[in-house]
């Protein structure tokens, strides 16, 4: 993958100290797999009137490093292009130290991403001379779609790309299993389904030099189905399989309909319809609510689909919410911060852009996010309302500086609940986070799928708030 990421380097000499600033940090390499390119172009951009040298990066043997040039004259750009070649699967946080001519000490960046599949082959880093910069971010993605058995492909299967929790794609494969699609550089979250075969859910980085999928569907088992058994073997005479006396035995009820309060209540119907501009989350049957979205963004919700299915139901819940609910979100890794102050519910732009930009790293400090979360419900607290802690993580808690048990309890006792979506949970953290929702009152909603995904969020909201 070949991302822009932009390195302000501030320059001053004299008696004013220059200053590098770094955004958007970490930097990601991104997803790597056996196609991956795996190298990040960085431009690095001096902004001062003095020329400025890079010395050196400071990275180990995992590294390769190239310049476009060494030299950046003032108010000039250059690229600085990092490749990573990977030893061991899983999440990858690096530091890298860059040493300037106008500082005293090395200036440091973090490159991260998430290796699926160790490259069996180290490559070179390519040169700038050899190739050029590559700005475009768009791609022709080919995907075809093949039984897994027959090897034979598979007309009419589904696919759905989805990004950053929205569905963006629908297509359908032609009489050869193929389809292809222009689409924007990224990770994706797939999901192929055909009829009589078992769907299959994926997540793959899609870019230039990885821009065909081929998935395999498996038969789906045949389901038995039910036998009739009846006594009568005449084909010819469908109507005696009832018994005549039967149904002449039915009882029957005279039903008299008074037309005008028939009409009367169909007014009345119709005219609350109209007046109530959530028919599908209506006042008069669910309570307000407080809810305060505890949200898991730990690096083991990165590249494994678990934040695009996350986002998918979170996104789904925020055109559902009105002007009488609050909504308020923390997430929690190495630390829990908040990310939404609370606001009303019927502000669906706002709210989608903020889960669009979660991004998962870190450790996971889900007591700190706990208490964090539970503090907020508490300061809006909806008196005969729906308040409620809605916790969304892929597991358990790693730092134990904070008994969620207790904090459970003891918010239970002030009418503040908690559920928690577990996203691909296995069962083992599923014990642990089903006794926390035990001691608070709340449910535990697992999220599998992307089907599941789709109405978990509204279908718990709608549960808790719904009036007795």
């Known amino acids: 993958m070949k991302n822009l990421v932009i390195i302000f380097v501030l320059f001053a000499f004299g008696s004013v100290n220059a200053q590098t600033v770094f955004l958007d940090q970490p930097y990601e390499i991104g997803y790597i797999d056996k196609s991956s390119q795996r190298y990040v172009d960085v431009p690095i951009k001096n902004t001062s009137d003095k020329k400025v040298f890079i010395f050196r990066a400071e990275a180990d043997k995992r590294f390769q490093i190239r310049y476009s040039s060494k030299e950046l004259l003032p108010d000039s750009t250059v690229y600085m292009r990092v490749q990573f070649n990977p030893e061991v699967k899983g999440p990858f946080s690096e530091k890298i130290a860059i040493h300037f001519s106008c500082y005293s000490e090395p200036k440091t960046i973090k490159v991260t991403g998430f290796t699926q599949d160790v490259p069996t082959l180290s490559i070179n880093c390519p040169s700038f001379s050899a190739q050029d910069v590559n700005t475009s971010l768009h791609l022709q993605l080919e995907i075809k779609v093949i039984d897994k058995g027959t090897r034979e492909p598979i007309q009419k299967a589904q696919v759905i790309l989805i990004k950053n929790g929205i569905p963006l794609e629908k297509l359908l494969t032609n009489s050869k299993g193929f389809v292809e699609k222009e689409v924007e550089l990224g990770l994706y979250y797939f999901v192929v389904s055909a009829q009589t075969y078992l769907p299959v859910e994926f997540v793959k980085y899609v870019n230039r030099n990885n821009n065909v999928v081929l998935v395999e569907l498996e038969k789906a088992p045949e389901k038995e189905l039910p036998v009739i058994e009846t006594n009568n073997t005449d084909e010819d005479n469908p109507e005696d399989l009832f018994d005549p006396d039967e149904i002449e035995s039915t009882p029957t009820v005279e039903i008299i309909i008074d037309e005008v309060e028939v009409q009367d209540t169909i007014s009345e119907v119709i005219v609350e319809i109209e007046d109530d501009p959530y028919p599908h989350f209506s006042v008069n049957e669910f309570k307000p609510s407080n809810i305060v979205f505890l949200v898991d963004v730990s690096r083991s919700m990165a590249y494994t689909g678990k934040l695009d299915l996350l986002k998918v139901a979170m996104i789904n819940l925020a055109g559902m919410l009105r002007d009488v609910d609050q909504i308020t979100m923390v997430s929690y890794s190495d630390n829990a911060n908040i990310i939404l102050e609370t606001m009303q519910g019927n502000n669906p732009d706002t709210i989608i852009s903020i ?53 459970a309890k003891k918010y239970k006792k002030k009418g503040i609940t908690i559920s928690i979506v577990g996203v691909k949970t296995n069962q083992l953290q599923e014990l642990s986070l089903e006794k926390v929702v035990g001691l608070g009152d709340g449910n535990y909603v697992r999220i599998k799928n992307y089907e599941e995904a789709q109405g978990a969020l509204i279908d718990e909201i709608k549960s808790s708030a719904k009036r007795e």
Do not use: C, R, S
């Open 355 to 407: 889960i669009q930009g979660l991004k998962a790293h870190g450790h996971t400090a889900g007591g700190k996010g706990m208490k964090k979360a539970y503090q907020k419900a508490e300061e809006f607290f909806i008196p005969q309302g729906n308040n409620q802690v809605i916790m969304a993580t892929d597991g358990g808690f790693t730092q134990k500086d904070i008994n969620p048990y207790k904090l």
